[in-house]
């Protein structure tokens, strides 16, 4: 009995240890330019170990453009062991001085998919000249505005292995690019968010199901907007709202998520 206890202490403990030691890889990172008339400002982080073709990630950055919080989610993934690149939608020097402006910055591309979707290929196409990316297996992933971003890259019929949006838009403009997209998708959504109205909800699940997408819809219960941003306040009633537990349960879904689909 106590053998057997300590076998499976031992293993957990060994288990503790690889996990840890994942979290404490050191990180190379770098801001970048690319792109001519226009051009972007990219960020780039990836392991300092990394010697070989690895998985990479596309971060599309929220309503504010490419912020210090973009840079802090890129840092994270390749803490996990990926190359993660935050892409520039607005265009260098493009930064909303204020959540009017930032509304402003937004719209211009929500009402413009076409524009969007040229910007996210950019840098989709920039991240794929990394060295040691593995163009084969390679994700988009975004918050807010950047959850709408990942999803319509996806729809553009970009060769993406994954497709990740954190309280996301998920209005659905022309539902026959669902049938484009080539990955598997997750989406988190609180579950009483005021700005993503439940038609949209319901366009964009009828959109994956008749296009046969393999995806899931994750709703948490009580959460509202930009759960997974602390800066938005404790206070639902504004519509937007940071949720620990929901942040928290949506990196874990992610990062299983991540394992599967490369």
């Not at 690895?54 to 973009?70: E, K, R, S």
């Not at 950047?146 to 838009?169: M, N, W």
């Not at 997408?213 to 009580?222: M, N, R």
């Amino acid at each position: 009995m106590n053998k057997m206890f300590l076998k499976i202490a031992s293993v957990a403990l060994l288990g503790f240890v690889l996990a840890q030691s994942v979290f404490a890889l050191e990180i190379e990172k770098k801001n970048f330019q690319y792109g001519k008339d226009p051009e972007f400002e990219g960020y780039l982080a990836y392991p300092k170990s990394v010697s070989k073709k690895t998985p990479a990630i596309l971060v599309i950055h929220n309503w504010m453009g490419l912020t210090d919080q973009t840079r802090e989610a890129v840092d994270r993934l390749a803490g996990l062991g990926y190359i993660a690149m935050a892409a520039d939608v607005y265009g260098k020097g493009q930064r909303p001085n204020g959540f009017e402006q930032a509304g402003q910055f937004a719209t211009k591309y929500k009402t413009d998919r076409k524009l969007f979707r040229e910007r996210l290929n950019a840098a989709l196409s920039e991240l794929k000249k990394q060295k040691n990316v593995d163009t084969n297996k390679i994700a988009a992933l975004g918050y807010c505005f950047g959850g709408t971003g990942a999803i319509e890259l996806a729809r553009s019929g970009a060769d993406l292995k994954g497709i990740v949006s954190f309280h996301g838009g998920l209005d659905s403009p022309t539902p026959v690019d669902g049938q484009k997209i080539k990955g598997k998708l997750i989406a988190f959504h609180g579950a009483i968010d005021p700005f993503v109205p439940a038609k949209d909800v319901d366009a964009f699940e009828q959109e994956m199901q008749t296009a046969k997408v393999d995806y899931q819809l994750i709703k948490y219960g009580g959460v509202v907007h930009s759960f997974t941003e602390k800066a938005a306040g404790d206070d639902i009633k504004k519509g937007f709202a940071y949720n620990k537990q929901a942040d928290e349960r949506s990196f874990e879904a992610t990062k299983l998520f991540l394992k599967e689909i490369f």
